[in-house]
């Protein structure tokens, strides 16, 4: 019989064993540094305290009364995704009308909804801001997690840069100076530093703002659907030239009205419950966005003669002049001016506190990691500003169809990590869980999947040969960074704060060892 000091010993051993391979297996899955319990003293960062913690200035300093609820987190994913109708009149012009209506209740079967059940899932796994950098980075190591990072922060800034260009769409109707030239530079100057500051102030702030925006930006639709009922000739919907489409237009004009949805994932760490409130918005998201494209578009088509070359973006504007009169256009235009500030204060608010998350977890220099006094990333801010600033000039569908591109790139990876985590880590509980085995999310990820192709091979050569540009520089700059950390030539954050995850509760119940250990080979980086 083996006495009780001998099975004890051997029991320590064992756990022990255990702790150490599985800190190995997180560190090699995500890449990360092993953690040191103290920092050496030539570590080179002076921003890591005696512990190894992280100074206030760069702690996430949100408390619970400043973490979005329900409902400003609803109007936050509709802006990221949406925003209202304004822009959807390009795929009349390419489709006619019944392609249009049917591209709005088809693609969010094959898409949107594939793409919410990823973001529900992995979000609620990983609740914290970065968002898909963190899931990209647990599935296949920081390299990629990176890269995910550069192309999905740049194809957001690129659909940033659409906001005042499509804002100035509309206003040049009423107002023909802001059409081209220095008057339209300057708009589009002013538009972008005033937007910038009011996403400075504060999440909460843009959040309620968005509930607000959103409510005065759709009104005029609903009085648009009213005024078109006596008018509707039902045979309108369903008019076709199957000789006259163009695929292109018409699939990135859908693809950019319809995605997005993984954007508010970068934002989980500032809101209030996720793992009960991400999913729920997400779904209240998805049904909003589909009602407010597909209703306009069937009153709209549905009431007034087709002349398909003036459906441009804007058209609605014009729609709104022939049912309602003057007032209603005016109304149309101050809902677009107004739903473009809401969708450029979701879309900054995305890009900016990404950025936050990759320094929180040491991808980047711990000065992109510092918050302003109202709690919002301060350099994140400044480049995704910079970014819209400088990608302004180009036009409307240059700027759709470059920003598809890269972000094809990103949904890529994102379905590949869902695949690949629920294959290698089945048994890691998920707060919201996709209710499909390993066969099941492959099929789900498939029609998606495809879609990307489509929209890849249909590019043009000189978006093409842009946003490849673009995935090589990402590919340089990550050793670069890496360079700097050996070098020492900036200050890097090693986090030891990170979120209390539930994979970390199933970690310390299966006999692995103190939670927080396991928390930092997953989830922390470390100064090098």
């Known amino acids: 019989?083996?006495?009780?000091?001998?099975?004890?010993?051997?029991?320590?051993?064992?756990?022990?064993?255990?702790?150490?391979?599985?800190?190995?297996?997180?560190?090699?899955?995500?890449?990360?540094?092993?953690?040191?319990?103290?920092?050496?003293?030539?570590?080179?960062?002076?921003?890591?305290?005696?512990?190894?913690?992280?100074?206030?200035?760069?702690?996430?300093?949100?408390?619970?009364?400043?973490?979005?609820?329900?409902?400003?987190?609803?109007?936050?994913?509709?802006?990221?995704?949406?925003?209202?109708?304004?822009?959807?009149?390009?795929?009349?012009?390419?489709?006619?009308?019944?392609?249009?209506?049917?591209?709005?209740?088809?693609?969010?079967?094959?898409?949107?909804?594939?793409?919410?059940?990823?973001?529900?899932?992995?979000?609620?796994?990983?609740?914290?801001?970065?968002?898909?950098?963190?899931?990209?980075?647990?599935?296949?190591?920081?390299?990629?997690?990176?890269?995910?990072?550069?192309?999905?922060?740049?194809?957001?800034?690129?659909?940033?840069?659409?906001?005042?260009?499509?804002?100035?769409?509309y206003l040049k109707s009423a107002i023909p100076e802001v059409g081209s030239g220095l008057p339209r530079v300057a708009a589009i100057l002013v538009i972008t530093l005033a937007l910038t500051f009011l996403n400075y102030r504060g999440l909460t702030i843009v959040g309620w703002a968005s509930v607000s925006l959103g409510i005065f930006s759709l009104l005029p639709f609903c009085m648009m659907g009213i005024l078109a009922i006596p008018r509707l000739e039902p045979s309108r919907w369903l008019e076709i030239d199957m000789k006259n489409i163009d695929w292109n237009v018409y699939l990135n004009t859908l693809f950019w009205n319809l995605n997005y949805w993984d954007s508010i994932s970068t934002l989980a760490g500032e809101v209030e419950d996720p793992k009960r409130t991400l999913p729920k918005s997400l779904f209240c998201a998805v049904m909003l966005v589909v009602g407010t494209y597909f209703i306009p578009l069937l009153s709209a088509t549905g009431s007034i003669e087709l002349v398909r070359s003036q459906w441009n973006a804007g058209y609605f504007a014009d729609v709104a002049k022939i049912l309602g009169g003057v007032w209603l256009q005016w109304w149309m235009e101050a809902a677009s001016a107004l739903s473009n500030m809401g969708m450029f204060e979701a879309e900054m608010s995305s890009d900016s506190f990404q950025l936050l998350g990759m320094a929180e977890r040491g991808m980047l220099p711990s000065v992109f990691a510092v918050r302003s006094k109202y709690g919002t990333p301060l350099l994140g801010i400044l480049c995704s500003a910079s970014g819209v600033l400088v990608l302004s000039s180009m036009t409307f569908q240059e700027i759709v169809a470059a920003e598809n591109y890269l972000y094809c790139f990103g949904m890529f990876a994102e379905?590949?990590?869902?695949?690949?985590?629920?294959?290698?880590?089945?048994?890691?509980?998920?707060?919201?869980?996709?209710?499909?085995?390993?066969?099941?999310?492959?099929?789900?990820?498939?029609?998606?999947?495809?879609?990307?192709?489509?929209?890849?091979?249909?590019?043009?050569r000189k978006v093409m040969v842009v946003s490849i540009t673009a995935v090589v520089i990402g590919f340089l700059l990550y050793p670069c960074i890496e360079f700097m950390k050996k070098q020492k030539w900036a200050r890097f954050v090693n986090s030891l704060e990170v979120p209390d995850l539930p994979i970390h509760r199933d970690l310390k119940s299966d006999g692995f060892g103190d939670a927080n250990d396991a928390k930092i080979g997953l989830l922390s980086a470390e100064t090098t």
């Open 415 to 460: 379905f590949a990590a869902f695949i690949w985590l629920r294959f290698k880590e089945p048994a890691i509980s998920r707060p919201y869980k996709v209710p499909f085995g390993t066969l099941g999310v492959v099929l789900l990820c498939l029609p998606p999947s495809l879609l990307l192709i489509l929209v890849v091979a249909i590019a043009s």
């Open 1 to 169: 019989m083996v006495s009780p000091q001998i099975s004890t010993a051997f029991k320590q051993t064992t756990t022990e064993s255990k702790e150490a391979n599985f800190e190995k297996k997180l560190h090699r899955r995500g890449g990360f540094p092993l953690p040191s319990p103290r920092m050496s003293e030539d570590s080179g960062s002076r921003d890591i305290g005696p512990n190894g913690e992280v100074p206030k200035s760069l702690k996430t300093q949100i408390n619970s009364n400043h973490k979005l609820s329900l409902v400003p987190l609803v109007f936050l994913i509709f802006y990221e995704v949406s925003g209202g109708p304004f822009g959807v009149e390009d795929s009349v012009k390419a489709g006619g009308p019944l392609l249009a209506l049917a591209g709005f209740l088809v693609f969010p079967l094959l898409w949107s909804i594939p793409e919410c059940l990823v973001t529900a899932e992995l979000g609620t796994m990983f609740p914290e801001n970065g968002g898909y950098v963190v899931w990209i980075s647990a599935a296949f190591g920081p390299f990629w997690g990176f890269q995910q990072g550069w192309w999905k922060w740049l194809s957001g800034v690129i659909d940033n840069a659409l906001y005042p260009v499509l804002f100035l769409d």
